[in-house]
């Protein structure tokens, strides 16, 4: 989407290779583990946070502004899961807010570290995605995720767009959008930004 990616020293920056097994989840519900081993790894290293996922795998602080972002990408068995934390640093200038664990004064932790337990956590959300199946991380998902009735904006890959509230999620992982008529509206891919 001509997206730039930045990568000051500093931050945290790690990828790796999921290869996928017949009785797997569906693939792209890779991104809600994602979301959790981040999201649970940034709790970790700065308790009194209150860091929310943002469908289907940003995690924002609590004003709302993205300290991490996720790109999956799939080839053949093999799903890519790169990441990327904002420690020491964030990107200035971008259309939406952006912070990192130092602008939230807090001190950041080395980087190695930071991946380290980070990847022990993917492996421990990995193994409950395989073992139990995807209903147990949706549900560790909506929990760490932005509240019921939170005003949402979807860009859609078409280039329309919708504007409605987060009514959850539905049971393959598809954001439930709540229109302004009452209906919901099932999500499977787009842009979506809070309120």
Request: glycine letters at 10%; a neutral charge; aromatic letters at 6%.
């Amino acid at each position: 989407m001509g997206r730039e990616w930045e990568s000051p020293l500093g931050n945290a920056y790690a990828s790796t290779i999921v290869r996928l097994r017949p009785t797997d989840p569906p693939a792209p519900t890779l991104a809600f583990v994602a979301a959790l081993a981040v999201q649970r790894t940034l709790a970790a290293w700065a308790p009194g946070q209150n860091f929310q996922i943002k469908w289907p795998n940003d995690i924002l602080s609590a004003d709302g502004a993205k300290i991490s972002g996720m790109l999956l990408e799939r080839s053949n068995d093999a799903v890519v899961v790169g990441i990327g934390v904002n420690l020491a640093s964030h990107p200035k200038g971008l259309a939406r807010p952006v912070t990192s664990l130092a602008a939230l004064g807090l001190r950041p932790p080395a980087p190695q570290k930071f991946v380290e337990q980070m990847a022990a956590e993917f492996a421990a959300r990995l193994d409950q995605w395989r073992s139990v199946g995807l209903g147990g991380i949706l549900a560790a998902w909506q929990a760490a995720a932005h509240p019921a009735g939170t005003p949402l904006i979807v860009h859609l890959p078409d280039g329309g767009g919708l504007q409605g509230h987060y009514s959850g999620l539905g049971d393959d992982g598809s954001l439930k959008l709540r229109l302004a008529d009452g209906s919901i509206r099932a999500i499977h891919a787009a842009d979506v930004f809070l309120i």
